[in-house]
């Protein structure tokens, strides 16, 4: 995936969906793509995921103790469009989430310093970023 589609698949996304055109392009720069063959297994540890093609099951780990942790499946699983691992660049503390390909996927990854040094460059895409969220989650409830 060349640069302009990996910038496509980032403005396909609703979340991503208001940033300015040079915006995106600066993260598609910094940005990978990844594929993945069904039940293959991906973590939002470092990295902000993307899906542009397939579909993935969504899992949360939670710290039971510091040795162990526990994962749950989340809701519906991540198709085209879906982000997973924005909120990690905002806040450091938010669970890990992990995904696994249900059938052939591919992903566009960020690293998540990488989308923070990107999205601090630039004030009015951070305020973009972050009225998108409210209204997504605004229609949610």
């Known amino acids: 995936m060349?640069?302009?589609?990996?910038?496509?698949?980032?403005?396909?996304?609703?979340l991503f969906e208001d940033l300015a055109p040079a915006v995106l392009v600066r993260l598609a720069e910094r940005a990978h793509t990844s594929s993945?063959?069904?039940g293959e297994r991906r973590t939002t540890e470092h990295t902000v995921w993307v899906v542009s093609r397939g579909k993935l099951a969504v899992a949360?780990?939670?710290?039971a103790e510091a040795t162990a942790s526990i994962v749950r499946k989340r809701g519906a699983g991540a198709e085209p469009?879906?982000?997973l691992g924005m909120i990690r660049v905002v806040r450091g503390q938010?669970?890990?989430?992990?995904i696994v390909a249900e059938e052939p996927s591919e992903l566009v990854e960020l690293a998540v310093d990488d989308a923070r040094d990107v999205l601090e460059e630039d004030p009015a895409a951070l305020t973009a970023l972050a009225d998108r969220l409210a209204a997504l989650l605004l229609a949610e409830s």
């Open 36 to 38: 993945l063959e069904r």
């Open 2 to 14: 060349d640069l302009l589609a990996r910038a496509a698949a980032l403005a396909a996304c609703p």
């Open 81 to 83: 469009g879906s982000v």
């Open 94 to 98: 938010t669970p890990v989430i992990e």
């Open 60 to 63: 949360v780990r939670e710290q």
